[in-house]
């Protein structure tokens, strides 16, 4: 069974700062999407990044990065520039084989300081 | 355009009761999924519907029940309601079937089982 795992309950960031959040997961696929969700504190889940597991190269979208090492099964999202409205909860999600389940880690807490 | 919307906002029943959730899509999709996020928790798959089929079932009881209509609306049922069951429930929809597919999620029902 596939299985994702965010290490970081909680982290905090200075605005304009950088900061890395950690996600690993566990699979026996060999195709797969990675996902980064983000659930601001009035609730509603957006879409920040996607990571096609056959693509070596890392997505990018804007302040937005992921880190992907394959073999490794890491998958780490990083925040340039940190704006305070990036304060958000942040879930990492796994989705692979035939089940169609897209599986969500346990999320991190991202409280951007001024 | 209009998000997905979900209604009612707030639900509060007691145990052995049923409860129906509501969500409309965005116009235009016709795949609608169901999750549950226990608080603290990531959300948890319940299921996906698309063009009125069940195309996804995540590892939940039997009184957990959903349907789509015709416009793409879709319902989730709970039968014999137990205090475990006090989530906030989340609908997302996406133009096509797969959650590999960017999902757009509702503000979410939240429900109390007391």
Redesign the interface.
Known sequence: AQTVTQSQPEMSVQEAETVTLSCTYDTSESNYYLFWYKQPPSRQMILVIRQEAYKQQNATENRFSVNFQKAAKSFSLKISDSQLGDTAMYFCAFYGGATNKLIFGTGTLLAVQP | DA?VTQSPTHLIKTRGQHVTLRCSPISGHKSV?WYQQVL??????IF?YYEKEE??R?NFPDRFSARQFPNYSSELNVNALLLGDSA?Y?C?SSFL????N???????TRLTVL
């Open positions: 998000g999924s603290g928790q990531g959300p948890q798959f996906q195309r996804g995540g906030l989340l997302a079937a797969g959650t590999y960017e999902q757009f999620f509702g503000p979410g």
